[in-house]
């Protein structure tokens, strides 16, 4: 018989506590009703009088299917559950449910609360009693509960006890300085059950400081918890909290999982859409080799592989990538070899037979241009203006006669230091040369830097081809230093992107960095042509 997982999202409670996010309450709207098309059953929203954002968010939190969850503390030593005004601020969000944290190890309520263990349990206890009063479902977050079992396991187990007693409908085991291993969280929480707490009002928060955050998960699981907290891309307090973006396909297409349990889950060919906007809200280039939604997941690289994945998928391949919404990509690069150069070209639309001569050629001009320092596997467009170029079907566009870029540092009127970069950039198209003239000034009268000056130069006027360019943009520049010493040299990879929603990977390499850029803008461009249908001039 399949037996019910509820799935817990902190993404915008624990998550927020990653270093370095901060949403704004339209973000974590926006987060909760993607969360909400995934099929979880509980948003722990934030901590409502925490901070603004915050509040904000109850106050205008949307309408989901899944049940809005307010999270705090259990109330302070000293005053009543009634009068506790951070406890106040949380049930004024008005949610369904309110999730409090509480002590459960005897050192965190000597050391950091400063009081008695039999205080703390009543604090536990009354909390709990006040926000099942006001009609709302309480779920007790067990802080610290695997090192507090550990230590004294009968007062860990009386603060779940005092939960439950009050009306929790779930205790959660926290391994909140994430250190416990997989062993011992599968080991504990069936002791938990075998002493009386249900399997089935248990839940596990998990934290990844020993990277098993979703280890320890599926250990609990299999000792029958059944709340399942995590967060989207494991963000989370220091190293994050379990995955959940690993965990829900996980738990969907994994045995023994997949049979075992039913959940809300659905949408999972949503999953990587999902992930990767959380990225781009957080303005983060996602994780290449994160689980299932990762750009490298289903990425085969080494020759071998690809020879293979080219006659069946399924020998490297663990699950079909459609299934989360991700993609088989089959990259070149120096560890490939004619099935990854086969597939790569047809994936581009590049129709070549299987002897033409020029394969083994583009297959050696990669190897050596990667020992040079360039790297094709994460710049799929300069690839293919290569292999055209050798196969004679690249289209001359323009050539750079000449660019210059300047940085001057100067007073501005108000006597304020800034930085202005101008370029310089001469091209010939068709036989006419053309000369263009920019500043790199962002809209608050900001130096966007050297490059984007000269991307700017280069759009500015491109004659016949201005058109085609026009709805492109840039929108992510990696530097990399490779080799060291003399013999270092800059490796620039620049993402472009259209109107058409299209985003390509270009690069350049050289010993200096604006040369290397230079030289990825002036790909970019060549490809955007191509791919638009644009004939020489
Ligand atoms: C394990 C976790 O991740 S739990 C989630 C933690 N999240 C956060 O802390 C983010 C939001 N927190 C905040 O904005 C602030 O800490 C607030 C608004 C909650 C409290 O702010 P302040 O009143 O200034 O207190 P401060 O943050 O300095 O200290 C926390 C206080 O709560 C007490 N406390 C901590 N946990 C609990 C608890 N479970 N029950 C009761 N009191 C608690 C501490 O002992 C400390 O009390 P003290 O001021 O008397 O020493
Ligand atoms: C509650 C929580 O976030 C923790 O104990 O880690």
Redesign the pocket.
Known sequence: MTQRLYLYDTTLR?GQ?TQGVQFSADEKAEIAQMLDALGVDYIEGG?PG??PTDSDFFASAPATRAMMTAFG????AGRSAQNDD?LAAVLDAGTGAVCL???THPFHVHE??GISLQDNLE?IRASVAHVVAAGREAIFDA?HFFDGYADDADYALSCLHAALDAGARWVVLCD?NGGTLPGQVGQITQQVIAAGVPGDRLGIHCHDDTGNAVACTLAAIDARARQIQGTLNGLG?RCGNASLTTLIPTLLLKQPYASAFTTGLQGLAGLTRISRRLDEILNRAPSRAAPYAGTSAFAHKAGLHASAIVKNPATYEHIDPSLVGNERVIPMSNQAGQSNLRARLAEAGIIVSRDDPALPRILDLVKTREDAGYAYDGAQASFELLALTELGRMQHFFDVERYRVTIERRKNALGKRISVSEAVVVVQIGGQRMLSVSESIGPEGDDLGPVNALWRALAKDLGPYQAAISDMHLTDFRVRITGAGVEATTRVNIESADHQGRRWSTVGVSPNIVDASFEALVEAIRWKLIRDGIGAA
Do not use: I, P, S, Y
Request: charged share 30%; proline share 0%.
């Open positions: 624990d506590q901590w925490a901070n503390m259990t109330k302070r951070v944290v509480g002590k950091a609360l604090n802080e909140t307090e």
